[in-house]
C-alpha cells in the first residue's frame, strides 16, 4: 500500500516491489499487461463504461498527482485488517 487516490471513496493505491518483479521475471514495471492485454485474456469485461481508465504502473516510489500519502496510522490500521481477515 502506498497512497489513496484523490477520488471518491479515496480507494488504496498499491505499488509494486522489486521482489514482485523478480518473482514473476519481468525487467520493470512496463512489462506488466496493459489494459488491452487484460481485455484480450479475458480478464477485464469488453463493455467498460466509457471513461473509465486504469493507471499506467510506473517506476519509482513517488506518488503521481492523484494520489495522497498514506498515514502511518492508517496503513497499520489497514495491515491489522488484513491479517484478521487472513486469520
Known amino acids: 500500500m502506498r497512497g489513496r487516490r484523490k477520488a471518491p471513496g479515496r ?3 498499491y505499488g509494486t ?3 514482485f518483479l523478480t518473482h514473476f521475471g519481468l525487467d520493470g514495471v512496463g512489462d506488466l499487461p496493459g489494459i488491452d492485454e487484460l481485455k484480450g485474456a479475458g480478464l477485464l469485461d469488453s ?3 466509457a471513461g473509465f481508465t486504469i493507471p499506467e ?6 506518488l503521481s ?4 500519502p498514506l498515514e502511518e496510522d ?4 489497514e495491515l491489522a485488517e488484513d491479517d ?4
Open 47 to 49: 463493455r467498460i463504461p
Open 11 to 13: 480507494p488504496v493505491t
Open 65 to 68: 498527482e492523484d494520489e495522497d
Open 74 to 77: 492508517e496503513f497499520r490500521a
Open 17 to 19: 516491489t522489486e521482489d
Open 84 to 87: 484478521e481477515t487472513a486469520a
Open 57 to 62: 504502473p510506473h517506476a519509482g516510489d513517488e
